[in-house]
C-alpha cells in the first residue's frame, strides 16, 4: 500500500522567515494534494499537483511535483501566523481514495 | 458558494451506545468519503461511497457501519462505542475521480 513521509514533522519559524515542507511518496503518485487543517478543524484545501514537474502558487505558497511524481515540496515565502497549523500531503493512486501523510506542524513565531 | 455540511458538530456518547454521524455533500457531489482522525493523529480513510454503492472500504470496523442516501448525502452508523472511537470524524466529497476532496468541518466525537 501506499505511504505518505512528510518532514519536518513540527516546525517553528520567526515570521517572515521561508521554509519548506517535503512530502515523498513509496510509489508514484497520480494526484499530490496539500491541505491545511487549524486544530480540531476540518481541511482546508490548498493545491493539487498531478503532472510531473507541476509547480502551482496561491499567494505566498508554493507547491511542486517532482519529474519522477514520488516527492512534493510545499515552501511559504515571508511567513505570517495565519500560516500556523498542520499541513498534510495527500496522495490519490489508481483507485479513488486519498491517503495522508502524518502531517508537519508549523508554528509562526511573532 | 456551499461546502460540505456535517452535524452534528459535537457529540458525547457513553461507552455501548450508538452514534449516527450524517454528511450532506456539495451539490452535485456524487462521491462522498468517511475519514477519522484520532488526536494528534493524520486522518485515516474509512469508506466511501459513488452513486449511492461502496466505492472502498479501509480501516472501518465491522461495529461501523455507513450509506449514502438517493440524495447523496450519507451517514455513519456507530454501535457499541468504545473509548477508542473518540476522534474527529470527517466527511469529504467530490465530483469524479482524482478531483479534489472538499472537507466538511467534522463531527467531535467524545466517547465517556
Known amino acids: 500500500s501506499q505511504e505518505l513521509e512528510q518532514s519536518p514533522q513540527s516546525l517553528i519559524v520567526q515570521e517572515g522567515k521561508n521554509l519548506t515542507i517535503n512530502c515523498t511518496s513509496s510509489?508514484?503518485?497520480?494526484?499530490l494534494y496539500w491541505y491545511k487543517q487549524k486544530y480540531g478543524e476540518g481541511l482546508i484545501f490548498l493545491m493539487m499537483l498531478q503532472k510531473g514537474g507541476e509547480e502551482k502558487s496561491h499567494e505566498k505558497i508554493t507547491a511542486k511535483l517532482d519529474e519522477k511524481k514520488q516527492q512534493s515540496s510545499l515552501h511559504i515565502t515571508a511567513s505570517q501566523p495565519s500560516h500556523a497549523g498542520i499541513y498534510l500531503c495527500g496522495a490519490g493512486g489508481r483507485d479513488d481514495k486519498i491517503i495522508f501523510g502524518k502531517g508537519t506542524r508549523l508554528h509562526i513565531l511573532p | 458558494a456551499a461546502g460540505v455540511i456535517q452535524s452534528p458538530r459535537h457529540l458525547i456518547k457513553e461507552k455501548r451506545e450508538t452514534a449516527t454521524l450524517k454528511c450532506y455533500p456539495i451539490?452535485?457531489?456524487?462521491?462522498v468519503y468517511w475519514y477519522q482522525q484520532g488526536p494528534g493523529q493524520d486522518p485515516q480513510f474509512l469508506i466511501s461511497f459513488y452513486e449511492k454503492m461502496q466505492s472502498d472500504k479501509g480501516s472501518i470496523p465491522d461495529r461501523f457501519s455507513a450509506q449514502q442516501f438517493s440524495d447523496y448525502h450519507s451517514e455513519l452508523n456507530m454501535s457499541s462505542l468504545e473509548l477508542g472511537d473518540s476522534a474527529l470524524y470527517f466527511c469529504a466529497s467530490t465530483r469524479g475521480v482524482h478531483e479534489k476532496l472538499f472537507f466538511g468541518s467534522g463531527t467531535q466525537l467524545s466517547v465517556l
Open positions: 451539490p452535485r457531489h456524487d462521491t
Open positions: 510509489k508514484t503518485l497520480y494526484g
